[in-house]
């Protein structure tokens, strides 16, 4: 699923996305159906999703499961926990060597420290 021109959907967009460095886990099954899970770093995070670059080609639509350490709720005393997650595969593009996957959470939805105003 290509979307090189970068126009589809962009006037859709509801949640506002950050450009942002924040490290999480992923476990899923590849285009080629071998299972993988790697740890990497989210590109850009919005409350329903979360784009990555990977050397791994996905399937759209594919599901895949989902950790981001110290992103989940507060509990007294004890401080945020992980926040764990399926996603769907929703884009793929081909950067040089790399994929840049987009993902849209299943369910549960991410807190922002941020403003998502549009």
Do not use: W
Not at 21 to 34: C, E, K, S, Y
Not at 60 to 66: D, K
Not at 84 to 105: D, P
């Amino acid at each position: 699923m290509d979307n090189s021109d970068g126009s589809a959907g962009s006037e859709r967009r509801v949640q506002k996305r950050v450009e942002v460095t924040m490290p999480f886990h992923v476990r899923g099954i590849d285009a080629h159906g071998v299972e993988f899970e790697e740890s990497t770093e989210a590109v850009q995070v919005s409350r329903r999703g979360l784009s990555f670059l990977t050397r791994r080609e996905l399937k759209p639509l594919a599901v895949v499961t989902l950790l981001i350490p110290g992103r989940g709720p507060n509990r007294p005393g004890v401080g945020p926990t992980d926040f764990f997650t399926t996603a769907a595969v929703i884009n793929i593009f081909k950067e040089g060597e790399l994929y840049r996957v987009g993902l849209r959470f299943i369910g549960a939805t991410l807190t922002m420290y941020s403003s998502e105003t549009v």
